[in-house]
């Protein structure tokens, strides 16, 4: 069974085709600056990478393109459209409609339909490259894997904001948290890891690159995370403030004479390390301008670093304890003074970095000391398996 796994933005459309015989990845790409020009970025298992700056007018052209470079004889995987047997689709938000992966019907498009005013940058998007795969391969089954799915077990006394009532009645004001795909499947591959079942474990997932949010995972069930409402919430982020006092908002609008959307545009992409340090959204950049004494970029990366702190202390009293740390995603996976700097603070929980052990980049490690009485691990994260692993079950 071969699987198409598709992530459409708003101007952009990654893909991946997945041999679920060996979970083989047989080829992915990226499509940019769809509705501008087009750029396609293609590579096959064992062939010469593919570039095209193909026009592309919109998703259509560009899910078009995609698949001729994967039927292509030069630099394809497949011979015929017939041998890609699902379409596995990335959605952002599934509101409170959807707790799982869904195969993908009209009543499912108006339920995600129904969810674009809480992701209004995202959920539209996605669903254009629904309706994109279902022109060019009517027949082949499509399935939807949710952002937002894996959080929808937190408990009212975590979904809630302490706001009037009927503000959540009425537009569904609530936490939702994001990167659900993400801490699912590092959670799981963490208690494999450990070699203890899922269901008995407190673990602290931590998804930190450019977007970073943290998750508690009680007995295999999201209880927290903290992203909310929005993707804003939370930690510090590559050029996301994250949480913070919302009198700011009214006071900036106020002394700055900006406009609500000026205020969020700073809020999503002039803040976090970036607005810090003035010097990059990259970690990796900022950790060179800290080593050449950048004394902004040293605060940024301490604020980062104590803001994912703090966040695991307040899950570990959520949960009453943890067993383990995952680190994951761009910083997770491959940064050690990043992963050692937020251990440096949780001490007091039990765990205890191995530098040697810590000293790797995108491979699983457990890196606590043998004494540690808390494991810290990594765990390179793979939402694309997890999308697609998910078609296959439902299909099934
Ligand atoms: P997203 O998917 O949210 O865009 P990623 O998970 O790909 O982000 O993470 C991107 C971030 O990871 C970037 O800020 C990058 O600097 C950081 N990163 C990647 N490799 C390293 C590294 N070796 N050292 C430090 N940071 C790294």
Redo the contacts with the bound molecule.
């Keep these: 069974m071969k699987i198409l796994v598709v992530n459409c933005g708003s101007s952009s459309l990654k893909y991946q085709l997945i041999d679920m015989a060996d979970e083989k990845v047989l080829a992915k790409g990226l499509c940019e600056r769809i509705g501008i020009d087009g750029k396609l970025k293609h590579s096959s298992l064992g062939k010469p990478d593919y570039d095209s700056n193909a026009p592309m007018h919109d998703h259509t052209d560009a899910i078009g393109l995609v698949l001729d470079a994967l039927l292509d004889k030069e630099h394809g995987v497949i011979e015929s459209i017939d041998e890609v047997n699902a379409v596995g689709h990335r959605v952002v938000h599934g509101g409170e409609l959807f707790s799982s992966s869904v195969r993908i019907t009209d009543e499912v498009k108006k339920a995600i339909e129904a969810c674009n005013d809480l992701a209004p940058l995202h959920n539209p998007p996605n669903l254009i490259g629904i309706s994109a795969c279902e022109k060019l391969m009517p027949n082949t089954p499509q399935v939807a894997v949710f952002d937002t799915a894996f959080h929808q077990t937190m408990p009212p006394k975590a979904y809630l904001y302490a706001l009037p009532y009927e503000l959540y009645e009425k537009y569904k004001i609530r936490k939702y948290g994001f990167h659900g795909t993400s801490h699912r499947f590092v959670s799981e591959r963490a208690a494999a890891v450990l070699g203890k079942p899922y269901e008995s474990l407190k673990i602290i997932t931590c998804?930190?690159?450019?977007?970073?949010s943290v998750c508690a995972v009680k007995n295999g069930k999201s209880v927290d995370t903290s992203m909310g409402f929005t993707p804003l919430e939370g930690l510090a982020?590559?050029t996301r403030s994250g949480s913070l006092d919302p009198a700011i908002i009214s006071f900036l609008v106020a002394k700055e004479g900006l406009s609500v959307a000026e205020v969020d545009s700073i809020l999503n992409k002039k803040s976090g390390?970036f607005g810090l340090s003035g010097v990059?959204?990259?970690?990796?950049?900022?950790?060179k301008a800290k080593s050449e004494g950048n004394e902004r970029a040293a605060i940024a990366l301490d604020l980062f670093q104590y803001r994912v702190a703090k966040t695991v202390g307040e899950y570990a009293a959520a949960m009453n304890g943890v067993d383990a740390v995952v680190f994951?995603?761009?910083?997770?996976?491959?940064?050690p003074?990043?992963r050692a700097g937020i251990c440096s603070y949780l001490g007091y929980l039990g765990i205890e970095v191995d530098s040697e052990k810590n000293n790797c980049?995108g491979k699983e490690v457990d890196f606590a000391t043998d004494s540690s009485k808390v494991r810290a691990l990594v765990i390179p994260?793979n939402e694309e398996l997890v999308i697609a692993r998910d078609t296959k079950e439902i299909l099934a």
Excluded: K, Y
Aim: proline fraction near 3%; aromatic fraction near 4%.
């Design positions: 998804h930190i690159g450019n977007g970073a982020m590559g390390v990059s959204s990259d970690f990796r950049d900022i950790e994951t995603a761009g910083l997770g996976e491959n940064s003074p990043a980049r994260t």
